[in-house]
């Protein structure tokens, strides 16, 4: 028996030992796996954070062997393809002995480096993605071993959301970068706005520096709140974590913010329905330890959507007294406070409660008003132990009889440390006196008896924080009573409203700040509304319209600036259609100077109440030099045309003065081959000269001849001015020059022409010790000389009665200055004449324009001057001229020459 059993046993205790022998085999430690998470962004940017804290604590529950190796990209703050480049060279280098069992990737730029570089860092290696945007499906189906989750946030139902809870809502302002993300933000918010059947407008900010948006943000109006998607780079190009912008964000704003994003939660915004990147990161390492695991990536769908979270932030909820009751079902809300102990034990309270109440029901019984008594001191102890406000007694003698523990909260000092303070310790010296006269004045009324008993007064004040620090404190002050209404002592309600003072004086200062702008324009600047009431007036309409600031406002825009009460249907057409309108406009002022003004009206857009802002500006000096530079170049091209003109002009001019001066030779000169050739006609010389001196022919002749020098005098000038060559140029006195101009035209009595410009009155104002200026002498006198014979003309015969001097009611006269002016000599020649037309002045440049008659100019004059002055000695040339009020003149020459 004892063999047969070993026989039996032997085989059955060998199997065992097999089975043994495989079992711990099979149950040794498998080998570790590598897991690369390649984030897109930088270590501390919270939704990178949360992605990564997530795979970590996933994978460890359910890939413990796993060992995850995280890298960062960094590529908010650096990118572009070197950059990329060396990225794989050193994860070349560092994972040169490491091989990855799987590779994780957050967001889009490290999923496409992932797959860019794939062949070289991750040959073969499943890849899982997360927090992807760009996702496009023929893109990612012919990809093996690629599958992962898709980020999708629910930006219309964080709006939706949003408008429910604030149903007056006029403005969504959107605060978004111009960043791949915020790209990508715009066009699904584009798509949205297409859709959304809700009256309201959206605003969007653009990328301006952080603190023009900041200044953008602290104005919005009422029934506006702000969706903030993204805002990681500014326009001056500096660039901000999620926390840094959602903190000066939130800052600087005054409305509700909302968001899609959970990392912005606890940060500044109210709520919204939510993306957490924790949700991503927990599902990419479930689908990495499936794929640990033996799973096939293929297999997995890729997951297109994560619903998001509606999630609210209390502080926020009850800072815009949104009623929680309003919230969708199965809201998660931060922030709210921990219950008090009664709150948290309040079946075991109402345990005791009952149990007392049972045990002690004969001694209640019998102390009913005791116990009634301290049970109102109780409650009233515990909402007064349990307010944030201070709440404070004094006796009659004013000596503080209790403290609420919240003192400490607000100003540091615990109750007891309070009432060891002197008076002078808790208060500045005008708040004490103020609150002694207060209590003295109720004191006093209370006496007197004439004024109700439940009245209570409310004064502003500063106390002195633990720190050292002010804190602005509004306590309401009351008498405490018995229910006889006796007077028991004082009772006071104080409340710490230093932020609220603070927004006031910024608001204030800002306020201040917007109307110094307003008033250092250089233009008059009006607001009104869509009634055509002034609601804004600047110091310069002030002077422009002499009616104060006080007088315009709410006034008719018609009666405080009645220059523009014809342009009041624009305005309202304007405001109306929501467009810019410019109107230029004309006008002579007293002294009959032609003015421009522009008027601009822009409608106010994104404001509560529809109105508009009218900006005037005097643009005449604008639209002067505008005409110069047109008369500018209209003198280089035609000067180009009369210059050619002059050339072809010349030779036959040429032959006409060598004819004519011939014909004089041969009809006056005594020559023997005139004499014979008289002889032979049966006459003589001498006949012939007494024939034609009476008929003045030799007179004519000459004449004939000087007009020709003449015309070859004008063309050689034409032909001089319109050629580039080396001038002659010398130190010349500008004063002196003016004067032996002024010399010549005195020389030059006419009277055809009907004027002796030595009865013209000359005033000087030269400037004393005025340098001397580089010029060509000649040149620069015939520039003066031009421009005095034509003043003298028009001033003697420019009036319909063609005037003479005797006949001026005021004497004709030129007022002439010259002074140093931005190292340029300047010369001012001012007549009182009849002055000339905006048409003719415009033209007054141009060669062969005249207004006077064939006989009596050739229009080449004031052209030749101009080039004179600009073209061969680089100053300046200009006519001013109002019809009526004389002419003006203005020459400047450089100091140094050109």
Same mark, same amino acid.
């Given at each position: 028996?004892?063999?047969?059993?070993?026989?039996?046993?032997?085989?059955?205790?060998?199997?065992?030992?097999?089975?043994?022998?495989?079992?711990?085999?099979?149950?040794?430690?498998?080998?570790?796996?590598?897991?690369?998470?390649?984030?897109?962004?930088?270590?501390?940017?919270?939704?990178? *954070?949360?992605?990564?804290?997530?795979?970590? &604590?996933?994978?460890?529950?359910?890939?413990?062997?796993?060992?995850?190796?995280?890298?960062?990209?960094?590529?908010?703050?650096?990118?572009?393809?070197?950059?990329?480049?060396?990225?794989?060279?050193?994860?070349?280098?560092?994972?040169?002995?490491?091989?990855?069992?799987?590779? !994780?990737?957050?967001?889009?730029?490290?999923?496409?480096?992932?797959?860019?570089?794939?062949?070289?860092?991750?040959?073969?290696?499943?890849?899982?993605?997360?927090?992807?945007?760009?996702?496009?499906?023929?893109?990612?189906?012919?990809?093996?071993?690629?599958?992962?989750?898709?980020?999708?946030?629910?930006?219309?139902?964080?709006?939706?959301?949003?408008?429910?809870?604030?149903?007056?809502?006029?403005?969504?302002?959107?605060?978004?970068?111009?960043?791949?993300?915020?790209?990508?933000?715009?066009?699904?918010?584009?798509?949205?706005?297409?859709?959304?059947?809700?009256?309201?407008?959206? +605003?969007?900010?653009?990328?301006?520096?952080?603190?023009?948006?900041?200044?953008?943000?602290?104005?919005?109006?009422?029934?506006?709140?702000?969706?903030?998607?993204?805002?990681?780079?500014?326009?001056?190009?500096?660039?901000?974590?999620?926390?840094?912008?959602?903190?000066?964000? &939130?800052?600087?704003?005054?409305?509700?913010?909302?968001?899609?994003?959970?990392?912005?939660?606890?940060?500044?915004?109210?709520?919204?329905?939510?993306?957490?990147?924790?949700?991503?990161?927990?599902?990419?390492?479930?689908?990495?330890?499936?794929?640990?695991?033996?799973? =096939?990536?293929?297999?997995? #769908?890729?997951?297109?959507?994560?619903?998001?979270?509606?999630?609210?932030?209390?502080?926020?909820?009850?800072?815009?007294?949104?009623?929680?009751?309003?919230?969708?079902?199965?809201?998660?809300?931060?922030?709210?406070?921990?219950?008090?102990? !009664?709150?948290?034990?309040?079946?075991?309270?109402?345990?005791?409660?009952?149990?007392?109440?049972?045990?002690?029901?004969?001694?209640?019984?019998?102390?009913?008003?005791?116990?009634?008594?301290?049970?109102?001191?109780?409650?009233?102890?515990?909402?007064? #132990?349990?307010?944030?406000?201070?709440?404070?007694?004094?006796?009659?003698?004013?000596?503080?009889?209790?403290?609420?523990?919240?003192?400490?909260?607000?100003?540091?000092?615990?109750?007891? /440390?309070?009432?060891?303070?002197?008076?002078?310790?808790?208060?500045? +010296?005008?708040?004490?006196?103020?609150?002694?006269?207060?209590?003295?004045?109720?004191?006093?009324?209370?006496?007197?008896?004439?004024?109700?008993?439940?009245?209570?007064?409310?004064?502003?004040?500063?106390?002195?924080?633990? *720190?050292?620090?002010?804190?602005?404190?509004?306590?309401?002050?009351?008498?405490?009573?018995?229910?006889?209404?006796?007077?028991?002592?004082?009772?006071?309600?104080?409340?710490?409203?230093?932020?609220?003072?603070?927004?006031?004086?910024?608001?204030?200062? $800002?306020?201040?700040?917007?109307? =110094?702008?307003?008033?250092?324009?250089?233009?008059?600047?009006?607001?009104?509304?869509?009634?055509?009431?002034?609601?804004?007036?600047?110091?310069?309409?002030?002077?422009?319209?002499?009616?104060?600031?006080?007088?315009?406002?709410?006034?008719?825009?018609?009666?405080?600036?009645?220059?523009?009460?014809?342009?009041?249907?624009?305005?309202?057409?304007?405001?109306?259609? +929501?467009?810019?309108?410019?109107?230029?406009?004309?006008?002579?002022?007293?002294?009959?100077?032609?003015?421009?003004?522009?008027?601009?009206?822009?409608?106010?857009?994104?404001?509560?109440?529809?109105? @508009?802002? !009218?900006?005037?500006?005097?643009?005449?000096?604008?639209?002067?030099?505008?005409?110069?530079?047109?008369?500018?170049?209209?003198?280089?091209?035609?000067?180009?045309? $009369?210059?050619?003109?002059?050339?072809?002009?010349?030779?036959?001019?040429?032959?006409?003065?060598?004819?004519?001066?011939?014909?004089?030779?041969?009809?006056?000169?005594?020559?023997?081959?005139?004499? @014979?050739?008289?002889?032979?006609?049966?006459?003589?010389? /001498?006949?012939?000269?007494?024939?034609?001196?009476?008929?003045?022919?030799?007179?004519?002749?000459?004449?004939?001849?000087?007009?020709?020098?003449?015309?070859?005098?004008?063309?050689?000038?034409?032909?001089?001015?319109?050629?580039?060559?080396?001038?002659?140029?010398?130190?010349?006195?500008?004063?002196?020059?003016?004067?032996?101009?002024?010399?010549?035209?005195?020389?030059?009595?006419?009277?055809?022409?009907?004027?002796?410009?030595?009865?013209? /009155?000359?005033?000087?104002?030269? +400037?004393?010790?005025?340098?001397?200026?580089?010029?060509?002498?000649?040149?620069?006198?015939?520039?003066?000389?031009?421009?005095?014979?034509? %003043?003298?003309?028009?001033?003697?015969?420019?009036?319909?009665?063609?005037?003479?001097?005797?006949?001026?009611? /005021?004497?004709?006269?030129?007022?002439?200055?010259?002074?140093?002016?931005?190292?340029?000599?300047?010369?001012?020649?001012?007549?009182?004449?009849?002055?000339?037309?905006?048409?003719?002045?415009?033209?007054?440049?141009?060669?062969?324009?005249?207004?006077?008659?064939?006989?009596?100019?050739?229009?080449?004059?004031?052209?030749?001057?101009?080039?004179?002055?600009?073209?061969?000695? %680089?100053?300046?040339?200009?006519?001013?001229?109002?019809?009526?009020?004389?002419?003006?003149?203005?020459? @400047?020459?450089?100091?140094?020459?050109?």
């Amino acid at each position: 028996m004892p063999d047969r059993r070993i026989k039996k046993t032997g085989p059955v205790f060998i199997r065992f030992l097999v089975l043994l022998a495989a079992a711990v085999l099979f149950a040794a430690p498998a080998t570790a796996k590598n897991v690369l998470l390649l984030n897109s962004y930088h270590d501390g940017m919270i939704w990178t *954070d949360e992605i990564t804290q997530a795979v970590q &604590s996933e994978l460890a529950e359910k890939a413990p062997s796993a060992s995850v190796h995280v890298e960062y990209m960094d590529s908010k703050r650096y990118f572009g393809s070197d950059y990329y480049h060396s990225l794989q060279t050193f994860f070349l280098e560092k994972f040169r002995h490491t091989e990855f069992d799987a590779v !994780i990737t957050s967001d889009d730029n490290a999923l496409n480096f992932a797959l860019e570089h794939r062949s070289s860092l991750f040959p073969g290696t499943p890849i899982i993605f997360c927090g992807v945007n760009h996702y496009d499906k023929e893109r990612f189906d012919p990809l093996d071993n690629v599958t992962g989750i898709v980020e999708s946030y629910d930006l219309a139902g964080t709006i939706e959301l949003a408008l429910d809870l604030h149903p007056h809502t006029r403005t969504i302002f959107v605060v978004n970068d111009n960043t791949p993300t915020g790209r990508a933000n715009r066009k699904v918010i584009d798509r949205i706005v297409t859709g959304l059947n809700r009256d309201v407008a959206f +605003q969007f900010s653009g990328t301006p520096p952080m603190k023009d948006l900041q200044a953008k943000l602290s104005s919005l109006p009422e029934k506006t709140i702000v969706l903030l998607c993204s805002f990681n780079r500014d326009g001056a190009g500096n660039t901000y974590t999620y926390r840094e912008s959602i903190r000066l964000i &939130s800052r600087a704003c005054s409305v509700p913010i909302y968001g899609f994003w959970g990392f912005y939660l606890d940060r500044g915004i109210v709520g919204g329905s939510l993306t957490f990147g924790k949700d991503h990161g927990k599902q990419a390492a479930q689908m990495a330890a499936k794929v640990l695991n033996g799973t =096939d990536p293929d297999s997995l #769908d890729i997951i297109t959507r994560i619903d998001g979270r509606s999630a609210f932030d209390y502080k926020k909820l009850q800072q815009f007294k949104i009623n929680r009751q309003t919230l969708p079902e199965n809201s998660s809300i931060i922030n709210i406070p921990a219950p008090s102990f !009664i709150q948290e034990h309040i079946g075991l309270v109402i345990f005791i409660l009952v149990t007392l109440a049972v045990m002690l029901t004969s001694i209640l019984l019998l102390f009913a008003g005791f116990s009634a008594k301290r049970k109102s001191e109780y409650k009233y102890r515990l909402l007064a #132990d349990n307010s944030n406000d201070i709440i404070w007694t004094r006796d009659l003698d004013l000596n503080v009889t209790y403290l609420s523990p919240s003192i400490e909260k607000i100003l540091g000092y615990t109750p007891k /440390e309070s009432m060891k303070l002197s008076n002078e310790q808790k208060m500045p +010296q005008p708040s004490l006196e103020k609150m002694a006269s207060l209590f003295s004045e109720e004191i006093e009324n209370e006496k007197k008896g004439n004024l109700p008993p439940n009245r209570s007064r409310t004064v502003e004040i500063q106390m002195y924080r633990k *720190d050292g620090t002010i804190a602005d404190i509004e306590t309401t002050v009351g008498f405490l009573r018995n229910r006889k209404g006796t007077v028991l002592g004082m009772l006071g309600i104080s409340r710490d409203i230093s932020q609220r003072k603070a927004a006031e004086k910024e608001l204030k200062e $800002a306020g201040l700040y917007i109307n =110094d702008i307003i008033n250092s324009m250089p233009s008059v600047l009006m607001g009104v509304d869509r009634n055509g009431l002034v609601t804004h007036w600047n110091t310069l309409a002030e002077e422009k319209t002499g009616n104060s600031r006080q007088k315009a406002l709410h006034n008719n825009l018609e009666t405080v600036y009645p220059e523009i009460a014809d342009e009041l249907e624009t305005i309202r057409t304007a405001i109306r259609e +929501q467009k810019v309108i410019r109107i230029r406009k004309e006008r002579l002022t007293e002294d009959k100077e032609q003015r421009h003004e522009e008027i601009v009206i822009y409608p106010l857009t994104g404001s509560r109440e529809p109105g @508009a802002v !009218i900006r005037v500006e005097d643009i005449t000096e604008r639209v002067r030099m505008t005409d110069l530079m047109i008369q500018s170049e209209k003198m280089l091209s035609v000067g180009g045309l $009369a210059a050619g003109m002059a050339h072809e002009i010349n030779n036959p001019l040429a032959g006409m003065i060598q004819n004519a001066e011939v014909v004089i030779n041969r009809l006056t000169g005594k020559l023997p081959a005139n004499d @014979a050739a008289a002889a032979e006609c049966g006459t003589d010389m /001498e006949t012939i000269r007494r024939f034609m001196e009476n008929r003045s022919i030799p007179g004519l002749l000459s004449n004939v001849t000087a007009s020709g020098m003449r015309a070859a005098k004008i063309v050689n000038n034409m032909l001089s001015f319109s050629k580039k060559r080396d001038q002659v140029k010398e130190l010349a006195d500008i004063r002196q020059l003016i004067d032996m101009s002024i010399e010549l035209a005195q020389n030059d009595y006419n009277i055809k022409k009907n004027h002796d410009f030595r009865r013209i /009155e000359i005033r000087k104002d030269y +400037q004393q010790n005025l340098p001397s200026v580089q010029c060509e002498p000649s040149k620069i006198e015939q520039v003066f000389l031009n421009i005095l014979k034509n %003043g003298a003309e028009a001033m003697i015969t420019g009036n319909p009665e063609n005037r003479t001097e005797t006949e001026t009611a /005021e004497p004709p006269c030129f007022y002439i200055k010259c002074v140093l002016s931005n190292n340029e000599v300047k010369v001012e020649i001012r007549d009182n004449g009849p002055g000339m037309p905006e048409n003719v002045r415009k033209r007054l440049f141009e060669p062969f324009f005249t207004t006077k008659g064939p006989e009596k100019g050739t229009g080449l004059g004031l052209s030749v001057a101009y080039f004179i002055i600009t073209q061969n000695h %680089g100053g300046r040339m200009s006519v001013e001229s109002v019809e009526g009020a004389g002419t003006k003149f203005t020459i @400047a020459l450089p100091v140094n020459g050109t």
